[in-house]
Nanobody, 124 residues
Framework: QVQLVESGGGLVQAGGSLRLSCAAS????????MGWFRQTPGKEREFVAVIDRSGDNTWYPDSVQGRFTISRDNTKNLVDLQMNSLKPEDTAVYYC?????????????????WGRGTQVTVSS
């Protein structure tokens, strides 16, 4: 069992930055690939950033490539998402998730554990 708690969301103007953090407890974070996903009302949850167990490999969709950076510190059981040059379309609830399996890291349904989410609102 892994418990995940997100923090760092809030309201920011377009062009600004936010840093989200995900604190894990209950298990060793290094056993899991980690992802950040986001969701808006009426839409499916979409992947924003994924990092493998070691932190050596990361993946991003085109929509955030070059603006968002995912990182992890397995010694502190923390996963962060640095978001720069934010746009109004980045407004969503952002979720941290842990994947204990292999493969399918870009797909929300493969993740075993989820945080409760943190709201990010970008004003124009």
């Amino acid at each position: 069992q892994v418990q995940l708690v997100e923090s760092g969301g809030g309201l920011v103007q377009a062009g600004g930055s936010l840093r989200l953090s995900c604190a894990a407890s209950g298990s060793t974070l290094s056993s899991y690939a980690m992802g950040w996903f986001r969701q808006t009302p009426g839409k499916e949850r979409e992947f924003v950033a994924v990092i493998d167990r070691s932190g050596d490999n990361t993946w991003y969709p085109d929509s955030v490539q070059g603006r968002f950076t995912i990182s992890r510190d397995n010694t502190k059981n923390l996963v962060d998402l640095q978001m720069n040059s934010l746009k109004p379309e980045d407004t969503a609830v952002y979720y941290c998730a842990a994947n204990g399996g292999v493969g399918g890291l870009l797909h929300a349904h493969t993740y075993n554990y989820w945080g409760r989410g943190t709201q990010v609102t970008v004003s124009s």
